[in-house]
Structure formats: structure tokens, C-alpha cells
């Protein structure tokens, strides 16, 4: 059920492409989710050409479960704006990438550019292009985020935060959580760690990211969904499910949703 707060939890089902509508309902009910963050792609239940026809459909039969769209993870083409305005889905979610090749002020004006046929369609159809930040060459932090917002209505582009891509830039929650919160579209709650990938011996040290359970990362969740119930947030927080190295993805993500909801209570 729906938190006292407004707040939705939400399953992202990229990991799920094989299960049917029915078993995916069924599913995420059980584990005790009341929205998603629908993977509309080639190999999903609906692909992207597919979307004006199949999606709402879709969205329905997830209603029935008890599971409310409030994203989709998809590209950012006309079918997709389509379709998530007939089935009623607000946001679409996608990454900017940045050309390391170019100046960091010629990579942004690039990037304007490529996504302006994409606000086009967004005023179009009503439905909102959702930026998140991620690590790699792209824009990866909080700063850079609010930054390039700043050119595009709220209606047009709203931010999607995520704790595992702010901690990884560095970032204190509260302070990132500032720059983006007028414009706050959706949370993503993931954590991770880094870790060393190679022994001891080895004539250099690497390391790599390592995306964990809510419990066991750098990102402080309680903090984050302190913040948020203290500002009034009332919109979708969808935990990513994005773990390294393991299988038990039903067990992990059960025990994530209970502690996110135990962390928003506290």
C-alpha cells in the first residue's frame, strides 16, 4: 500500500523481461510494491514501435495488481510519447550523455541540441523527458543536473535523482538533494560501494563499483528519506534493484523495500 507520506515505492523491470504481465503483477505485489518503472524496450513485453497500442493495455493489467506506471525506461522516441500519454504514464526516463572529445561547454550545447527534438515531443504529448545523473562521461552529479535544467520548463524535463550516482560523485544527500529538489521528478534508491579488483601484488591497484543492498553501501538512505519526508516529497521512489554479483534478486529486493520503508517511518 500507498506510505501516509504521498510516497509510491516503485520496481524498475528491466531485470523481469521474462515474466508475463500475470507473473510480473503477481510478483511485485507479493514482494509488496504498489508502482513501477515499466522497461519499454525491444525484448520487453511492449517494445518502443509497439507502445500506442500495446502499453496501455499493459499499464491496465498492472493496475489490476495494484501497480501504478509512474516511469518508463525507454527511448525517447514519438512512439513512446505516445504511448505513455494513452496509458497515462508521466515521465520517461532517460541519461544525457557528454562527449569527452569536446570541451565541457561544446559537449553541454551538444547535448541541448540532441535532446531538442525529444522536448519537442514532450511538449507535445504532455509527457516529461525524467534526467538522472550517472557516472561515466555524462552528467554525473547533482550540480551539473540543476545546471542543464535550467534551460527546459518543469513540464518539459524533471530531474531523477539517484543516491548510488550522487554518492559515487561525492555528494552530501542533503546538498545534492537541494540543487534538484524544485525540479524532482523521481528517486532512484540504489547503493554501492567501491572495492578493489585486483590482489595485493599486483604492480598497480584497480578498482571497481559495487552495487549493494540499501544496508551495506556509502549511500545513506535514512538521511535521504529524512530529507525527503521533511520537504513534503509526494512523488514516485523507485529502487533500481541494481545488485553486483548476485542472484537472490526477489529476496535482496523484499528486504531493500522493507528497510527504505522502515528508513521513511524513522
Given at each position: ?15 523481469f523481461?521474462?515474466?508475463?504481465a ?9 514482494i509488496?510494491?504498489d508502482a ?9 513485453p511492449?517494445s ?5 497500442e ?5 499499464v491496465?493489467?498492472m493496475?489490476e495488481?495494484g501497480?501504478?506506471?509512474v ?20 515521465l ?6 557528454l562527449n ?9 550545447d551538444?547535448?541541448?541540441r ?13 509527457v516529461a523527458?525524467?534526467?538522472q ?8 552529479n ?19 535523482w539517484?543516491?548510488a550516482q550522487s ?5 552530501e544527500?542533503e546538498q ?5 529538489y524544485?525540479?524532482?521528478g ?26 549493494t ?9 535514512g538521511?535521504i ?6 520537504h513534503?516529497?509526494?512523488g ?5 534493484h541494481e ?9 535482496l529486493l523484499r ?12
Amino acid at each position: 500500500m500507498g506510505e501516509s507520506t504521498g510516497i509510491r515505492f516503485a520496481a524498475f523491470t528491466k531485470p523481469f523481461m521474462s515474466l508475463s504481465a500475470q507473473e510480473l503483477g503477481e510478483g511485485l505485489r507479493e514482494i509488496g510494491f504498489d508502482a513501477i518503472e515499466l522497461c519499454v524496450r525491444d525484448g520487453y513485453p511492449v517494445s518502443p514501435k509497439e507502445a500506442p497500442e500495446k502499453l496501455p493495455a499493459f499499464v491496465q493489467e498492472m493496475k489490476e495488481y495494484g501497480l501504478e506506471a509512474v516511469c518508463a525506461g525507454a527511448p525517447l522516441c514519438e512512439e513512446v510519447f505516445a504511448g505513455c500519454q494513452a496509458a497515462g504514464i508521466p515521465l520517461i526516463r532517460t541519461l544525457v550523455p557528454l562527449n569527452t572529445a569536446l570541451p565541457y561547454a561544446q559537449a553541454l550545447d551538444q547535448a541541448r541540441r540532441e535532446l531538442e527534438p525529444a522536448a519537442h515531443l514532450a511538449e507535445r504529448y504532455g509527457v516529461a523527458v525524467g534526467i538522472q545523473h550517472h557516472y561515466g562521461p555524462m552528467l554525473n552529479n547533482s550540480t551539473q543536473l540543476a545546471a542543464f535544467l535550467q534551460d527546459y520548463p518543469p513540464e518539459i524535463c524533471a530531474a531523477v535523482w539517484d543516491s548510488a550516482q550522487s554518492i559515487l560523485a561525492g555528494e552530501e544527500c542533503e546538498q545534492a538533494l537541494d540543487q534538484v529538489y524544485p525540479r524532482l521528478g523521481m528517486v532512484n534508491l540504489k547503493n554501492v560501494y567501491y572495492r578493489r579488483s585486483n590482489g595485493t601484488e599486483a604492480e598497480k591497484a584497480q578498482y571497481e563499483r559495487w552495487f549493494t543492498t540499501g544496508r551495506q553501501g556509502m549511500a545513506d538512505w535514512g538521511r535521504i528519506l529524512r530529507y525527503l519526508r521533511g520537504h513534503g516529497y509526494q512523488g514516485p521512489i523507485c529502487l533500481t534493484h541494481e545488485y553486483s554479483g548476485q542472484s537472490e534478486l526477489k529476496r535482496l529486493l523484499r528486504e531493500d523495500l522493507e528497510y527504505a520503508r522502515q528508513c521513511l517511518r524513522n
